[in-house]
């Protein structure tokens, strides 16, 4: 991407229900619950704009991102692998359960979308999501943004 003449970027947000537990901690949040979640999505160009002027297809982001978002995340609980709990869950809840690599903080859900999903869900593309905000609710957020 070259940057000497400014970065444009295109925006994209999507809405989404989401269970979750986040192991250890101090708070409430150690139960289980779920938060209607709202994913920014930042994608810049890797060439440039396209021959019409547009960063990318607001629908491409819509089809690649937001429709992952729909089949994989909306209305299931995402569990640690590490959780205590998990087995049990499995055992009743085995198809709306989630098992991620990480603790399901907004903080890790936006970095392993940003790092371990997006790349792959643009790729052919020629963009890259260079910053995901996941807002838990509308007091709360973490955004996770590529460092050039």
Same mark, same amino acid.
């Given at each position: 991407?070259?940057?000497? /003449?400014?970065?444009?970027?295109?925006?994209?947000?999507?809405?989404?229900?989401?269970?979750?537990?986040?192991?250890?901690?101090?708070? +409430?949040?150690?139960? %289980?619950?779920?938060?209607?979640?709202?994913?920014?999505? $930042?994608?810049?160009?890797? !060439?440039? #704009?396209?021959? %019409?002027?547009?960063?990318?297809?607001?629908?491409?982001? +819509? =089809?690649?991102?937001?429709?992952?978002?729909?089949?994989?995340?909306?209305? /299931? =609980? #995402?569990?640690?692998?590490?959780?205590?709990?998990?087995?049990?869950? #499995?055992?009743?809840?085995?198809?709306?359960?989630?098992?991620?690599?990480? !603790?399901?903080?907004?903080? !890790?859900?936006?970095?392993?979308?940003?790092?371990?999903?997006?790349?792959? #869900?643009? +790729?052919?593309?020629?963009? /890259?999501?260079?910053?995901? /905000?996941?807002?838990?609710?509308? $007091?709360?957020?973490?955004?996770?943004?590529?460092?050039?």
């Amino acid at each position: 991407m070259d940057m000497s /003449k400014g970065l444009i970027t295109a925006e994209r947000y999507h809405d989404i229900s989401c269970g979750h537990r986040v192991v250890g901690h101090e708070s +409430k949040c150690r139960f %289980l619950h779920g938060h209607n979640y709202r994913f920014h999505f $930042k994608i810049a160009s890797e !060439n440039g #704009l396209d021959n %019409l002027g547009r960063v990318i297809d607001f629908s491409v982001i +819509k =089809t690649h991102l937001c429709q992952w978002l729909e089949d994989y995340y909306d209305h /299931k =609980t #995402l569990i640690w692998k590490n959780d205590p709990h998990l087995p049990d869950l #499995l055992s009743v809840f085995r198809e709306s359960i989630v098992v991620t690599e990480f !603790n399901p903080t907004a903080e !890790n859900i936006a970095e392993d979308f940003c790092v371990n999903k997006a790349p792959e #869900l643009l +790729k052919g593309t020629k963009c /890259k999501l260079i910053e995901i /905000k996941i807002e838990e609710t509308r $007091k709360c957020s973490a955004t996770y943004q590529i460092r050039n």
